[in-house]
Every structure is written in C-alpha cells, then in structure tokens.
C-alpha cells in the first residue's frame, strides 16, 4: 500500500487536493490504471476494503475528514446490463434521476444494552438496514434480554435516489430500466430529478425478505463519485464530425435537405418540418442581471387526426437526445411537472415528463384530453422553465429547460373552417386553454387538401412509402441528431441590422391593431422572432443573424398567424378573435354584421337572403355576445336602411354598396 500512499504525493493535483481545504478528493482512475495497473485491477474488484483504506490515509493526511471520490472508469455498463458476476465491485453508469428521497439517518455502530445488568455489546453495520438483536447471551449476567443504546451508536445521513437508463441507451422495444442508488456524506442533495448523472459505485444486494421465510434479495448502487451531466449534450462530437457538419451547413441545399429528412413518409409540410428543425437548434439562451431568458420556443400542431401530426413528433423525438413524449390522455398535471409520493415510510419527489426532458425535447400527443387543472400545471414549465414543488417537507426546483411541441384534434374529432381556433379546440372546459394556447410561438393548423390536384399527390406519395421503396432522404436520423447537436452549441448574437427588421414588422402587426382594432400583438412575438432568427443562423452554423434569418423567422410567424387567425367571415387577419375570442364593440359589429349576411347567404339555396334567427344566432356564438346585442346591432341597419326584410322573417342586403355604407356609420360614430 506505501507505494499507491506515494502515489497521492506525487501527483501535484492530488496533493494540492490534500493540503487544501475541500472536503472531497476527486480522483481520475485513468492515473491510477497508468501508475499501478495491478493495484487499479484490484480496486475493481475489491472496492470497499481498498477504498476504505484510502480514505483513512487521506484524512489522516489532511488532518480532516475526507471522502475519496472515484471517476473515470475505462467501462461504463448500462443498467439493463446488469449482472451477478458485478456484485460488490465497481461499476460506471449514467442515467436520468427520476426519483429523490430526503436525507435520512441510519446506524454505522450500533450498541445493545442488556436489561439486566446494564452491559453493551458493540455491532459494526455495513450492509443492512434491518438489525436484529444479539443471538448470544450477555457475557456476564447470562440475560438474553437486549435493547438498542442509541447513545452511544454511532449514524450517517444518507439520500435514496432512483436513476432510469438513458433512451439512447434503451434496447428497441423496451422500456428504460431504473436502478436504486444510495448517496452519503457530500453526495447528499448533489442532484434533482431529471438531472443527467454519471455514477460510480459499488453494486451490493440486500435483504429485503425480513418478513418472509423465502430470500428476497434486491441491488442498490453505494455512490462513490456523482457527476452531473445535465448542462452536456449526450452526443459525443468528433473533431471528423464537426467538420464534416460544417461543410454540409455552408452547402446552399443545407435548408432543403433538412426539411426533406424529417419525416419523409409526410409529403410536403415544408413550413412545418422547417419550424420543427429551428425548434431543435434553439434560440440563444441569456442571462440578464441573473435572471434567465430562455432559448426553447414551443409549437403546437392542430388539425383533424389521420393527417401525421403524430408521425412528425414522433420523429422529432428521435431527433434529439433527451427527446421524450407523453399523451394527453394517459398524462396528468402531476405525471408532465413533478410529484411527491409516499414510498414506504417516506415521501419522496418523482420527476415528470417535462423535468426528465431538460435540456432536451418533449412531444405530447392529443394534449387536448388533459383536463384543465393538469395542462394548467405545464404553464410554468413552459414560460419559467422550472416547477417548484413545496409538498410534505420536500422542496425542491426542477428544470424544465426543454422545447415543447404538442399535437392536438379538434373537439368532435372534424375542422370547422366556420370556427375560430378556439371553436374547435375549447368548449365548455374541455380541450386547449387560452392560457396554454398563448404559451406557444407558433401555431400550424394541418388539414386536408382542398385541391384535388395536392390531396392526388399526397395519396401517390403514401402508395409510393407503402412500396416498400427506399426513400433514401438526403440526411439520416443520425445525421440530424448530430447536426442538431452541433447548432445548439454555436453561439449566437443578434446584429443590429435583424433587429431593425424585427423591430419593422412588430411595429407593423402594432399599427394594425391601431388601425382595425382586429389584431392584438404582445411583446413575447418580439422574443420569438428573435429565438426564431437565432435558430436559423445556428442551422446555418452562423454566430451572427443576418436579414436572411431575420426574414426566415418573420416568413414563418406570418404563416403561423395567417393560418390561424384569419376571420371565416370577414377574411381578415383577427389574431384577437384567434387567440382571446375578444368581445367585440358595437362598431367592429356594425361594420362586420352585413359581411356576415352576405358570406351566410352563400350557402342558402336563395342567395340573396337569409333566416333572421340564423343570422342573429350565428352572429351571437362568433362574437360571444348575447342575441340581444346582436339584435341592437341589427335594428341600427335596419335604421339606416343597410339590411332590409324581404319577408317578415328573412334578411337581405339592400345593395353592394351597402357594404361601404356601413363602414359610414362606423366613422360617424367615431366623429
């Protein structure tokens, strides 16, 4: 053993570690191996003893407790690995934390006091956490009677966690496996769920069958070393990848390869698949007088089903190392954020869908099943990035640092073109929120064809898939990942030149909304333009913005908001009808009422007049008002001569023009 002693003497770094003032000695294994290869074969094997020793030396050196922290073993074993031949010797793996318990006390040294005449007997615990009393008599007085003496027992904390196998470590068609571990000393509340972790250890059984006659044993790793991966992409890129990367990214098909390898069972989408590849790359992530602002923006994709919103998240989902996905239906509040539960004895914090996906991807499907108290619960976690939990003595702030695409059907299953998107995706408490709607940047409502000719060429695309012919699309899953991975790692900084034209076209959807009072903008479209442009530039492996992402982001903001907010009776661009359904005055009604007649009359056999409950009615669900104010509307049109009554029952416009005169009323009124 003296020469491994010299060993920590004659490494600078380890003897500055020694003589220094920090509780822990980090030690790299590689310079172990390198220095004595038996000793560090035989470290592998017999842990504990060895590690142990080391341990008392160090403290003895250093004149204060010090606990040896092991790192950098040659071999990391998965945890569906796993196997007998291990036990009791060292092992490395990494996982996500997906479950944390308080810190609790258990005994090292415990002593028994015999009832009769007083004398203790000393037990030296190392493995269970069961005691059973002394089988032997005491020594002096022959009593078989013992209790614990916790006086003179000696304790140490310690912390439960649960990790889970990484999904790129999963074998195809398995859930992720998960083992126990146990933390001590400095280890405690080193890590929170959802956290990336790389732990070394020693893997022991225990005994869990005190109850039963049968054997019962389960496996726990005791923590040596803890290292904290959360903040590092789990993609491992080499110098060969980088560059390779690079060169793709200067290529001026870069864009269009990308948004062809996405998916390439869904024909055409483009504006979607581009949206999808920016959202992975990510804006830049800030720190402005310690207060974060985030680079993650979130999408949501509406429509019918059949159409393969759910085959482009499930795509994405591969796309991103830490890419997650969770289901509306089979989801709650509790199951997406965090939870605290009792296991045993003890209550202890389970990560959700969202935590385990920090600093990663999250897809979640038919998000219109949650209920209202659980998609309430993801607002922080989008906007705020962190859920804080303060339940049964545990608290607690989880990151939830990831990009949120969600996946939404309309309520009854089929699109009403003659809805707001709030008509078909909320009623009566059931469906998206607004709250939630808001949360996301961008808004794609896929749905079929109306051209004959596009709905032809996606049914020969899906025959041309079922074929069995090979896509061959120009960039792999692979490929993307590691594309991906290189871009959210470029820094990038907005020019002054993209702010101006960012600055222009807020300031323009602003003057709108003076002018037409139909279109509400708020600040947070400023942050997502600029996340938006950011993402370009690091698709395209720029550290500066140019016009070209600023014009990017701006292109696919108007086609979110286009599609979503355009007015079926009006055909105006009504982002506040879109997203608040805000009650309208009674000059917007005034001025809207008459179109409504005419796009109404359309659909009627009679195209020139209409059923004066089915206008008033209509009228009444699209603006959210009661039939009576619909009806003071009305009787100002009638006043002036704008909408007449060809029957007792029925409305007509009395001419074109009459169009233009309502448009009149409404300047006179403001005069």
């Not at 000695?25 to 191996?33: E, G, H, Q, R, T």
């Not at 949501?300 to 830490?322: E, Q, R, T």
Request: charged share 25%.
């Amino acid at each position: 053993m003296s020469k491994i002693f010299d060993f920590f003497h004659m490494d600078e770094e380890l003897s500055q570690q020694i003589y220094g003032f920090s509780n822990h000695l980090i030690l790299d294994f590689n310079k172990l191996y390198v220095y004595d290869v038996d000793y560090a074969n035989v470290l592998l094997k017999e842990p504990k003893t060895h590690l142990r020793e080391l341990e008392e030396y160090i403290t003895k050196k250093a004149e204060r407790n010090v606990e040896l922290h092991l790192v950098n073993l040659p071999i990391s074993t998965n945890i569906h690995d796993l196997k007998d031949s291990e036990m009791k010797t060292l092992i490395q793996l990494e996982g996500t934390i997906i479950q944390r318990g308080i810190p609790l006390m258990r005994v090292t040294k415990l002593h028994f006091k015999c009832r009769t005449c007083g004398m203790t007997e000393e037990t030296v615990v190392q493995d269970q956490q069961y005691r059973k009393y002394p089988s032997d008599p005491c020594t002096y007085c022959k009593g078989n009677k013992w209790v614990h003496d916790y006086s003179k027992s000696e304790f140490t904390n310690y912390q439960e966690i649960y990790i889970q196998e990484l999904i790129e470590n999963t074998p195809n068609g398995s859930s992720p496996d998960k083992v126990k571990a146990v933390l001590t000393g400095s280890l405690i509340r080193s890590c929170e769920p959802g956290e990336n972790v790389m732990v070394v250890g020693i893997l022991e059984a225990y005994d869990q069958s005190s109850r039963s006659a049968n054997i019962e044993l389960e496996y726990h790793i005791n923590v040596v070393s803890l290292i904290n991966n959360t903040d590092a992409d789990t993609i491992n890129l080499t110098k060969e990848d980088i560059d390779n990367i690079q060169q793709l990214m200067k290529q001026p098909e870069h864009l269009d390869n990308i948004i062809n390898s996405i998916a390439p069972t869904i024909y055409g989408l483009e504006y979607v698949k581009e949206a999808l590849a920016l959202q992975q790359c990510e804006g830049q992530v800030k720190t402005i007088n310690q207060t974060r602002r985030r680079g993650q923006f979130h999408i949501l994709l509406a429509g019918p089903p059949g159409l393969g919103k759910s085959i482009l998240g499930d795509f994405m989902v591969k796309c991103n190392p830490k890419g997650r996905k969770a289901v509306g239906r089979g989801a709650s509040g509790v199951g997406l954020t965090a939870s605290v539960v009792k296991d045993d004895e003890h209550f202890v914090l389970r990560a959700g869908a969202m935590a385990l996906a920090d600093n990663g991807f999250l897809f979640v499907d038919e998000i219109e099943k949650m209920n209202q108290t659980d998609s309430g619960a993801m607002h922080p976690g989008m906007e705020q990035q962190e859920i804080i939990i303060n339940k049964a003595d545990i608290s607690a702030t989880l990151k939830t640092r990831c990009s949120v695409l969600a996946a939404c059907n309309p309520l009854g299953g089929v699109w009403d073109d003659y809805k707001t998107i709030i008509g078909n995706l909320y009623d009566k408490g059931r469906g998206l929120s607004l709250p939630l709607l808001d949360r996301f940047a961008l808004i794609f409502i896929i749905k079929q064809n109306t051209s004959r000719e596009d709905e032809e060429n996606v049914i020969n695309h899906i025959i041309t898939t079922s074929e069995d012919v090979d896509l061959s699309p120009p960039y792999n899953v692979d490929l993307l990942r590691r594309i991906f991975a290189y871009a959210r790692t470029i820094d990038v900084r907005i020019t002054k030149e993209v702010g101006r034209r960012i600055k222009n076209f807020y300031m323009l959807l602003y003057e709108a909304a003076k002018r037409d009072n139909v279109i509400i903008v708020s600040r947070r479209q400023i942050q997502d333009l600029i996340r938006l442009s950011e993402a370009s530039a690091r698709l395209h492996g720029r550290n500066e913005t140019t016009l070209e992402d600023a014009e990017c982001a701006i292109r696919i903001v108007a086609k979110s908001l286009q599609e979503y907010g355009i007015d079926p009776q009006t055909g105006k661009v009504d982002q506040s009808k879109a997203l608040y359904s805000e009650v309208k005055t009674q000059r917007i009604m005034i001025r809207e009422l008459p179109q409504i007649l005419v796009r109404l009359c359309q659909h009627n056999i009679d195209k020139t007049k209409i059923n004066r409950v089915e206008l008033v009615e209509h009228a009444s669900k699209l603006w959210m008002v009661s039939l009576s104010e619909v009806g003071d509307v009305l009787n100002v049109l009638l006043k002036d001569g704008i909408i007449y009554c060809p029957t007792p029952y029925t409305l007509a416009l009395s001419s074109p023009q009459s169009l233009n005169m309502s448009l009149d009323i409404v300047g006179d009124e403001e005069d």
